[in-house]
Nanobody
Framework: QVQLVESGGGLVQAGGSLRLSCVAT????????LGWYRQTPGNQREFVAT???????TYAASAKGRFTISRDNAENTVDLQMNSLKSEDTAVYYC???????????????WGRGTQVTVSS
């Protein structure tokens, strides 16, 4: 399986920027997609952005034009640069990985523990 550890959350004023990072560790795995989701209390986890192994990104409408996702396949990291932050971006942000576990012979989906992002208005 894959373990994911996020970092980079914190408190920022509206209009400011934050950069989230996530590192994936695991043996005998092929990581295809890496992404970010977010969740606020009482709500379902929602998609923010994802990026394929080939580097093709997909963004939620709320993130398009403000957030940029990038990854380093050699280091197994994925970053989310968030600019022009709004109070409604306040949430716990979770890193997500999807791929194939060669040891187990099946696909997997893994989640990090999350990092809090708070945007003050």
């Amino acid at each position: 399986q894959v373990q994911l550890v996020e970092s980079g959350g914190g408190l920022v004023q509206a209009g400011g920027s934050l950069r989230l990072s996530c590192v994936a560790t695991g043996r005998m795995v092929i990581i295809n997609d890496l992404g970010w989701y977010r969740q606020t209390p009482g709500n379902q986890r929602e998609f923010v952005a994802t990026i394929t192994r080939a580097g093709n990104p997909t963004y939620a409408a709320s993130a398009k034009g403000r957030f940029t996702i990038s990854r380093d396949n050699a280091e197994n990291t994925v970053d989310l640069q968030m600019n022009s932050l709004k109070s409604e971006d306040t949430a716990v942000y979770y890193c997500n990985a999807r791929g194939f576990d060669e040891d187990a012979g099946r696909g997997f989906t893994s989640w990090g523990r999350g990092t809090q992002v708070t945007v003050s208005s």
